[in-house]
């Protein structure tokens, strides 16, 4: 045990030092101008506003710009504040009216009209048009593009048939009957419409500009957006710099002058520079959140989403159900969050997260109850019956990937150690670079791989619609003719207390063929310095820095 606890001790060390070698200037404020502020000498020197610079870490590189391609959590934080939907996220959780000052819908709920603000302009001072959105909206649902979030613009009319290749574009109910006029035609009325066009998959692309240069969102230099930011410099895989978009039709209320972001993809190493004033912001370490649970510069705010691991339903063993369910009820939820993450999450028993109220106001989490619990007899006895029924003497190798992050890895190992003790199975681990991971993963390479999910939209459908048939967010080959039927009816289901039972049920039978096990729910736990204020950080949405203030 002393050797042990020695190494560890020993490693930590090496970590710091390594980090403070590698961020020694990063996110520094450049020194001061001696003469910045003086007049000729003899008169009085007029006193010169600081800049009101505020130091972000992103973790890593944005996935991608491209706002059709850019579906996760490294590129929405960046895009949701350097473009613009047509509707944004208030400082209440509601979605209003953003680059559309006019929102008009037809006594069926169907069709949708759209009036683009005079005043809106791209941070290259073009007017922003309806034509940027059929254009941005088409992109997206492009089958070249292979946008992973293309299925969430399945309730516009003909959307569905052109990304799958059965369509045309023209088919594709989004028009533009002049400049200011944005119109489109739904399938079937919805009520989270003006909610899911918040997700940045929905902003605007400068038309003129990306068909200029098809590589538009790749530098700093050819970027355009239309957001309260806009892109200065991109140093890949090491910092952003954001400065005050003065082109943007609601500039007067953004006090910012400028938004630096790191890229550093260790909590120890990002919490180091947040203590030395190099960061304005900081996850908590986990082997710091008792020493920090009661600082007065920590906030915690709700989140929808979970951290979960995907098996892959084609790649033995997990083709077999029960040993796929072995291996959910060998995890022991409670201990992860309580002993590993240790920042207050909840621990995960199903796959749709807290938040949600039903028509009977209650939860839905707490009114489908537990789906999957530590249960390490019924875990040994159903890998035992699997392994009978596919003839296994021995259980085929088994592998747990996930990418480069001491969190992941330190979950990882924790399963590791869970199946070996619950199973008696040796898991091996296999840490992949994140850029590397993502596409992979997709490519359904791996046998047993870490996830996530964050909400879309406020609606349980939006976390259970990512394992119907041959969904891009998938990523397992899973496919349940029933579980697809179930999350049909649900988008059709009119009437709120049916629909409610029908996504219980699919919330239910996605657990019971478990071809994902959940781990916990996420929070947003954040160390914020004194003097910043208007940080928005919504339970399902994107961080907004369009209100935020640094005193």
Same mark, same amino acid.
């Given at each position: 045990?002393?050797?042990?606890?020695?190494?560890?001790?020993?490693?930590?060390?090496?970590?710091?030092?390594?980090?403070?070698?590698?961020?020694?200037?990063?996110?520094?404020?450049?020194?001061?101008?001696?003469?910045?502020?003086?007049?000729? !000498?003899?008169?009085? /020197?007029?006193?010169?506003? @600081? #800049? $009101? =610079?505020?130091?972000?870490?992103? *973790?890593?590189?944005? &996935?991608?710009?491209?706002?059709?391609?850019?579906?996760?959590?490294?590129?929405?934080?960046?895009?949701?504040?350097?473009?613009?939907?047509?509707?944004?996220?208030? !400082?209440?959780?509601? /979605?209003?009216?953003?680059? @559309? #000052? $006019? =929102?008009?819908?037809?006594?069926? *709920?169907?069709?949708? &009209?759209?009036?683009?603000?005079?005043?809106?302009?791209?941070?290259?001072?073009?007017?922003?048009?309806?034509?940027?959105?059929?254009?941005?909206?088409?992109?997206?649902?492009?089958?070249?593009?292979?946008?992973?979030?293309?299925?969430?613009?399945?309730?516009?009319?003909?959307?569905?048939?052109?990304?799958?290749?059965?369509?045309?574009?023209?088919?594709?109910?989004?028009?533009?009957?002049?400049?200011?006029?944005?119109?489109?035609?739904?399938?079937?009325?919805?009520?989270?419409?003006?909610?899911?066009?918040?997700?940045?998959?929905?902003?605007?692309?400068?038309?003129?500009?990306?068909?200029?240069?098809?590589?538009?969102?790749?530098?700093?230099?050819?970027?355009?957006?239309?957001?309260?930011?806009?892109?200065?410099?991109?140093?890949?895989?090491?910092?952003?710099?954001?400065?005050?978009?003065?082109?943007?039709?609601?500039?007067?209320?953004?006090?910012?002058?400028?938004?630096?972001?790191?890229?550093?993809?260790?909590?120890?190493?990002?919490?180091?520079?947040?203590?030395?004033?190099?960061?304005?912001?900081?996850?908590?370490?986990?082997?710091?959140?008792?020493?920090?649970?009661?600082?007065?510069?920590?906030?915690?705010?709700?989140?929808?989403?979970?951290?979960?691991?995907?098996?892959?339903?084609?790649?033995?063993?997990?083709?077999?159900?029960?040993?796929?369910?072995?291996?959910?009820?060998?995890?022991?939820?409670?201990?992860?969050?309580?002993?590993?993450?240790?920042?207050?999450?909840?621990?995960?028993?199903?796959?749709?997260?807290?938040?949600?109220?039903?028509?009977?106001?209650?939860?839905?989490?707490?009114?489908?109850?537990?789906?999957?619990?530590?249960?390490?007899?019924?875990?040994?006895?159903?890998?035992?019956?699997?392994?009978?029924?596919?003839?296994?003497?021995?259980?085929?190798?088994?592998?747990?990937?996930?990418?480069?992050?001491?969190?992941?890895?330190?979950?990882?190992?924790?399963?590791?150690?869970?199946?070996?003790?619950v199973l008696g199975v040796d898991v091996v681990l296999q840490n992949v670079e994140s850029g590397v991971f993502a596409s992979e993963q997709k490519e359904f390479k791996y046998q047993m791989s870490r996830s996530?999910?964050?909400?879309?939209?406020?609606?349980?459908?939006?976390?259970?619609?990512?394992?119907?048939?041959?969904?891009?967010?998938?990523?397992?080959?899973?496919?349940?003719?029933?579980?697809?039927?179930?999350?049909?009816?649900?988008?059709?289901?009119?009437?709120?207390?049916?629909?409610?039972?029908?996504?219980?049920?699919?919330?239910?039978?996605?657990?019971?063929?478990?071809?994902?096990?959940?781990?916990?729910?996420?929070?947003?736990?954040?160390?914020?310095?004194?003097?910043?204020?208007?940080?928005?950080?919504?339970?399902?949405?994107?961080?907004?820095?369009?209100?935020?203030?640094?005193?």
């Amino acid at each position: 045990m002393k050797k042990w606890l020695t190494f560890i001790i020993v490693a930590m060390l090496a970590i710091v030092l390594a980090a403070c070698t590698a961020t020694k200037d990063a996110g520094k404020e450049p020194e001061k101008d001696k003469d910045a502020g003086k007049k000729e !000498e003899g008169t009085k /020197a007029e006193p010169v506003e @600081a #800049e $009101k =610079i505020l130091y972000l870490n992103n *973790g890593e590189e944005p &996935t991608s710009f491209d706002p059709s391609v850019g579906f996760n959590a490294v590129s929405w934080s960046a895009l949701n504040n350097l473009m613009e939907g047509l509707t944004r996220l208030s !400082e209440d959780h509601l /979605a209003v009216e953003a680059t @559309a #000052e $006019k =929102i008009d819908v037809s006594e069926d *709920g169907l069709t949708y &009209t759209f009036t683009i603000r005079e005043n809106a302009k791209w941070s290259n001072g073009d007017s922003v048009v309806a034509g940027d959105f059929v254009y941005a909206w088409r992109h997206m649902l492009d089958p070249e593009t292979a946008s992973p979030a293309s299925f969430l613009a399945y309730f516009i009319e003909g959307a569905e048939a052109y990304n799958n290749g059965e369509g045309t574009v023209e088919d594709v109910a989004v028009e533009a009957p002049d400049d200011k006029t944005f119109v489109v035609k739904l399938t079937s009325p919805n009520e989270a419409f003006l909610n899911v066009i918040t997700n940045p998959s929905f902003f605007p692309i400068n038309e003129k500009v990306a068909t200029a240069d098809p590589k538009w969102f790749t530098e700093a230099s050819s970027f355009v957006g239309n957001g309260p930011f806009k892109l200065t410099s991109w140093d890949h895989d090491v910092s952003l710099l954001f400065e005050k978009n003065e082109n943007y039709w609601d500039a007067d209320v953004v006090k910012l002058d400028k938004v630096e972001w790191a890229m550093v993809n260790d909590p120890t190493t990002e919490y180091q520079m947040y203590q030395s004033n190099e960061l304005d912001q900081s996850g908590v370490p986990p082997e710091l959140a008792e020493q920090l649970k009661d600082s007065d510069e920590l906030r915690i705010d709700d989140q929808a989403g979970l951290y979960f691991y995907r098996f892959n339903t084609s790649m033995e063993p997990f083709t077999n159900t029960k040993i796929r369910r072995a291996f959910g009820l060998a995890v022991n939820q409670e201990e992860i969050v309580d002993y590993v993450t240790k920042n207050g999450e909840k621990p995960a028993h199903g796959f749709v997260t807290y938040g949600f109220i039903g028509p009977d106001g209650k939860e839905f989490r707490d009114s489908v109850g537990k789906l999957v619990e530590f249960n390490p007899a019924e875990a040994k006895k159903l890998l035992e019956e699997g392994m009978k029924e596919e003839g296994y003497t021995e259980l085929p190798k088994v592998e747990l990937t996930y990418s480069t992050s001491p969190s992941h890895q330190n979950i990882a190992v924790a399963l590791q150690a869970k199946f070996k003790e619950v199973l008696g199975v040796d898991v091996v681990l296999q840490n992949v670079e994140s850029g590397v991971f993502a596409s992979e993963q997709k490519e359904f390479k791996y046998q047993m791989s870490r996830s996530s999910f964050l909400h879309d939209y406020a609606d349980p459908v939006n976390a259970l619609e990512s394992f119907i048939t041959d969904s891009s967010m998938n990523r397992t080959t899973w496919s349940n003719a029933e579980y697809d039927k179930l999350i049909t009816d649900i988008k059709n289901e009119t009437d709120e207390n049916k629909r409610w039972e029908l996504l219980k049920q699919a919330d239910q039978l996605l657990m019971e063929e478990m071809p994902v096990f959940p781990i916990y729910y996420y929070n947003q736990s954040t160390l914020e310095k004194p003097g910043i204020t208007g940080i928005l950080r919504h339970p399902v949405g994107y961080l907004d820095l369009k209100y935020t203030d640094k005193n």
